[in-house]
């Protein structure tokens, strides 16, 4: 037998099978195939085609690129082109200045940031508005370029309006100008405006050296103080208040109605630029009507330039809310940029005459921008006043509760600080409104006669006439030097029909407010006063303590003064006034610019600055010597024009 054939060797190995119906997992599917394959069994009919297909799809792929290439093309060139264009009008600019120069000094100079002091003020005040607020930074932008053209900016730029956070209605928004109504001032200066500007030739030379006062303290704040509040002209620096140009404000009137026409320009550019109401500050209801909202009313009403007009009633909205009280009688301070209105920290009370001297502003407002809330605001102050119990023969106490809506503190009457311009403004919207509110009238002359009965008083041994002050049945030989305004205001109810008795009282008076400054070694009154009221040898009609001394530059004496040889012609008024001004120039003027309040009126070797210009020297002193000085009845007409109680005139409202 033959033995068995040897096994092949073994092998191991995997084998698949792929079916054109199947996939590996039994999963139906294609079977892979090799494309070359695949396009060799095609025809060459077949191959042709698509190569024809895929050639005329390449083609259109490019002409499609060419096409939208060229578009994207055109628009990166207009792009790029757009900042070059210039448009059909385009705005007026100046050319670039370098920094070193002062941009205040140049018109359309875009704001810069003031530089930090770090002695002055607190740190939140800031002469700009803050960065982060880029609306109205784009508003006053808008502004200047449309001022630049000679056009105003449209409503439609500058308007915007939220529902209060206080109230159910709409109010404008903070920052941004409410729509303007139809005014009924001219849009140009009235024929008495342009009057008031009087030329240097038709300058006497006391108005000149009015001028000439004017221009060194100016000179002092354009250097130390630019765009602050008060000048300290001592230690060349400045002070603020509410940060808004408080002394620039008050002097617009005064530089117009002095001639200064470079000033006035040069300030009218700081309004436009720079002073912007949008800031995290309490202001003072009071304070800020009078001397903010006053004196942009007056330089619309004196130069007829409609950017005042602006800036009065969008300062004017932002106060607003003081008067959301439960009694209607307004807070003391207001935040201009929350809206926050309260009372002072220490009390609920404001005083009276802080909120029944605010109505010359407010209704002059209403009737210029046809909006009522302003004047409706301030006469319901008023109403509610004159029907309050605790007044003695028409006089008021000092302070009144603004929750309650009652006076508060009973029994104590001064024509003094925190009393004193109440009765001023009695008989002032009494003349401002035609003389037509018989109640105005009737409370004022009610005044007038419970100030005869209860605080007028004799000196001794010069017989001076003089008004005290009244404590729960107890009379005080007191006077404050703001007690002076009070021969003005009498003399002028005397000149529109009142008593005549009212204009002897008024001469009377002025005698004793001329003593309280010539009895002064300086020629200046202090700031309070005592009268003698015994016969006592080698003792003075005016006593002085020595905590009551200094003097603030303040103008109740020569404002009276004005009053007084404007409708008396008697020229010794004028020669009290020269007088009052050359103690000024002697005691209170700085070398290197600006005046200062002094300490002590009775020491002339040693009068001891005080370091600090208050507004109201520029904005009231200056001006009532300047139009103490002038022989023209019509430069600032008493029968046109009233004047409120900083010093700014507003026009008598013309009979309907």
């Not at 628009?75 to 757009?82: F, I, T």
């Not at 509760?401 to 009765?423: E, K």
């Not at 020297?617 to 007409?637: A, H, N, Q, R």
Request: with cysteine; net charge positive; aromatic share 10%.
């Amino acid at each position: 037998m033959y033995p068995p054939p040897p096994l092949p060797p073994r092998r191991d190995f995997i084998s698949v099978t792929l079916s054109p119906d199947r996939s590996y997992d039994g999963v139906p599917g294609l079977r892979r195939r090799s494309f070359w394959r695949k396009w060799k069994q095609l025809s060459r009919l077949q191959r042709n085609v698509v190569l024809f297909l895929l050639a005329f799809l390449m083609l259109c792929g490019l002409l499609s690129y060419i096409s939208v290439a060229d578009e994207w093309k055109a628009v990166g060139s207009r792009s790029a082109e757009g900042p070059k264009m210039r448009p059909a009008n385009p705005p007026v600019l100046p050319a670039p200045r370098r920094a070193a120069e002062n941009p205040e000094t140049f018109a359309g100079a875009s704001p810069q940031k003031p530089p930090r002091h770090f002695r002055r003020g607190p740190p939140n005040l800031q002469i700009r508005a803050p960065d982060g607020d880029a609306k109205d930074r784009r508003q006053e932008e808008a502004q200047r370029r449309a001022e630049a053209v000679g056009q105003a900016p449209r409503e439609d730029e500058v308007q915007g309006s939220r529902v209060s956070r206080r109230g159910t209605g709409p109010e404008p928004e903070q920052g941004t100008q409410p729509p303007l109504r139809k005014t009924e001032a001219p849009a140009r200066p009235s024929p008495q405006a342009l009057g008031t500007r009087n030329s240097p030739a038709s300058q006497n030379e006391r108005q000149k050296a009015v001028v000439a006062a004017f221009r060194h303290a100016w000179a002092g704040y354009r250097k130390f103080a630019w765009g602050h509040d008060e000048l300290k002209p001592v230690s060349k620096s400045f002070s603020e208040w509410f940060g808004l140009g408080l002394t620039l404000i008050d002097a617009l009137d005064t530089m117009w109605i002095l001639g200064l026409k470079k000033e006035f320009e040069e300030a009218r550019k700081w309004v436009s630029q720079r002073l912007l109401f949008q800031k995290n500050v309490d202001v003072n209801l009071f304070e800020s009507t009078i001397r903010i909202l006053g004196g942009l009313l007056s330089a619309f009403h004196l130069s007829g330039d409609v950017l005042f007009l602006k800036k009065a009633e969008d300062f004017g909205n932002r106060l607003m809310p003081a008067f959301q009280t439960p009694s209607k009688i307004p807070y003391s301070d207001v935040n201009i940029g929350t809206g926050v209105a309260h009372p002072p920290r220490w009390t609920s009370d404001s005083t009276v005459a802080e909120v029944t001297s605010i109505q010359l502003e407010f209704r002059e407002l209403s009737r210029l921008t046809g909006v009522k809330k302003f004047q409706e605001a301030v006469e319901e102050v008023t109403r509610r006043v004159h029907s309050l119990r605790g007044k003695k023969d028409g006089l008021v106490p000092m302070f009144i509760n603004t929750n309650s809506g009652l006076f508060t503190h009973l029994g104590v009457f001064t024509l003094g600080a925190r009393a004193d311009s109440y009765y001023e403004y009695l008989l002032k919207q009494w003349i401002q409104g035609g003389k037509k509110e018989t109640q105005l009238l009737e409370d004022y002359l009610e005044a007038v006669e419970g100030i005869k009965k209860h605080l007028l008083h004799r000196s001794e041994p010069g017989k001076l006439t003089f008004v005290g002050e009244l404590a729960h049945g107890r009379f005080s030989a007191k006077m404050d030097h703001l007690v002076c305004f009070l021969p003005g205001t009498l003399a002028l109810g005397a000149h529109h029909g009142l008593p005549a008795d009212h204009m002897e009282l008024a001469r009377a008076l002025m005698d004793t407010c001329y003593q309280m400054n010539r009895q002064m070694e300086t020629g200046l009154s202090p700031e309070i006063v005592h009268f003698n009221l015994h016969p006592q040898k080698s003792r003075k009609d005016v006593q002085v303590k020595a905590a009551d001394r200094h003097n603030l530059l303040r103008p109740e004496t020569v404002e009276s003064l004005f009053y007084l040889y404007r409708l008396t012609g008697d020229r010794k008024y004028q020669d009290w006034g020269w007088e009052i001004l050359r103690s000024f120039n002697t005691y209170t003027r700085v070398p290197s610019g600006g005046y200062s309040s002094i300490s002590n009126v009775q020491d002339p070797r040693s009068p001891q600055p005080r370091d600090k210009m208050e507004s109201f020297f520029l904005g009231e002193t200056l001006k009532y010597l300047y139009l103490l000085f002038s022989d023209d009845p019509d430069l600032l007409s008493l029968d046109t024009y009233v004047f409120n109680t900083e010093a700014h005139p507003l026009p008598v409202w013309a009979p309907s």
